[in-house]
Structures are given as structure tokens and as C-alpha cells.
């Protein structure tokens, strides 16, 4: 609910009416001023009910190293250029992995969408973009889960000769010691990344200036 209590206006979650009078309680009931303190407000305080709550965006979290959001810019740029690649020859892209990988061509089809997605939803937290908090977590997570998914693919296909798929039709890949190797660094490399732009400050529920 939302209401007007000494020329402040509040938002409180309902807990009980009665008389005409709302007994209202705030979320963080540990340290909300709410009718505990102030008891039960008459109904004339009460301008509306609060429907719907759109996300909110938020600063990125502080860095904790100063080269942080230039890290971020590097990685951000390779996901760019690894988005386009897999973008622009599509429709090469996806049955170069139906060969590669085990399932048939939907499930083919399925993992080479999720991985073109979570190269570009991870592009707005290494940029340091505002976001919802929720947007935030999710963003810097597919900033390791990206690269993941090469180091798994790399793993079942090792030592079996068969190209990755991993640069599209510009350049065949197979899984081999070095390739392994390289996804691995990269996976560790953009996981650092994640840690110097500060994701473990991040919480899903927006700081509320008003208990």
C-alpha cells in the first residue's frame, strides 16, 4: 500500500484492516518504521495499491581493482566479435554443430542458441551498464557460463577429430591439448573478470530508501 503519513509518502505491505483503520508492515521488519511504531492509519492516508513494481535500473557494482572496467571492456569486446561471428553464418554455424554434437539438430540448434544468447546478455555487465539487480546477476553470470559451454563442448569432443565448430565456417577447430587449453585460460579469465568488477557485492533485491 502506499500512503501519505506526516507529508512522507510510504509504501507498506497490508497486514490487517479493520474499522477503516490499515495495519501496515514493512518488508525489512528488522529495521522498518511501520505501525508497529506509529499504530494503524486511517484510511484517508491511503493513496493506492501498489500493483505491479517494474525493475528499477542500478548502478554496476564498484570495481575492486582500477583496471577492472578495462578488463571488462576487453572481454566484452571478444563476446562482440564471437556473437557476430556465430550471427552473421547462422546458418552454417548450427550444423556445423548438429555434427559435432550428440542429440539430433534440434538439440544441436537449442545449445547454439543458448550460447550466441549468452554471449550477448553477458556484454551489458562487462560494459558496467545500468541494470536491474536481478539483470545484473544474471549478465555477469553468462560471463563465465559463455565460455563454459566451449570448454564442455571441447571436452566431449576431445581427441575425436571432429571440428568444434567454435569459429563457425572461418576456421576449423578440434579439440586437442592447446584448444582445451585455451578455452580453459579464457573460462579462468573471464571468471577473474566477474570478481574485479565487483559480482559478489551484487544482491537481487533492489536497496529500498523507503522501509
Not at 576449423?172 to 568488477?197: C, D, E, F, H, R
Amino acid at each position: 500500500m502506499v500512503a501519505m503519513l506526516a507529508g512522507v509518502e510510504v509504501v507498506k505491505r497490508l497486514e490487517s484492516q479493520q474499522a477503516g483503520r490499515w495495519y501496515l508492515i514493512g518488508d525489512d521488519s528488522l529495521h522498518s518504521s511501520d505501525s508497529r511504531q506509529y499504530g494503524s492509519v486511517p484510511e484517508s492516508a491511503i493513496l493506492g495499491t501498489v500493483m505491479i513494481v517494474l525493475p528499477t535500473a542500478v548502478h554496476p557494482p564498484k570495481p575492486l581493482t582500477p583496471y577492472a572496467p578495462w578488463l571488462g571492456r576487453a572481454v566484452a569486446g571478444v563476446f562482440i566479435v564471437a556473437a557476430l561471428l556465430h550471427l552473421y553464418r547462422i546458418d552454417t554455424f548450427l550444423p556445423l554443430l548438429d555434427q559435432a554434437l550428440p542429440g539430433g539438430h534440434g538439440w544441436a540448434t537449442a545449445i547454439g542458441l543458448v550460447i550466441i544468447l549468452s554471449e550477448i546478455f553477458a556484454i551489458p555487465f562487462a560494459l558496467r551498464m545500468r541494470l536491474s539487480p536481478l539483470a545484473h546477476l544474471v549478465s555477469g553470470a553468462l560471463v563465465a557460463v559463455a565460455p563454459l559451454w566451449w570448454v564442455l563442448i571441447h571436452i566431449w569432443l576431445y581427441g575425436r577429430g571432429v571440428d568444434t565448430a567454435q569459429f563457425g565456417q572461418f576456421a576449423s577447430v578440434t579439440s586437442n591439448p592447446l584448444s582445451l587449453l585455451g578455452n580453459a585460460v579464457w573460462l579462468l579469465a573471464s571468471s577473474y573478470v566477474i570478481y574485479a568488477l565487483g559480482y559478489r557485492q551484487l544482491s537481487w533485491k533492489p536497496n529500498r530508501s523507503r522501509t
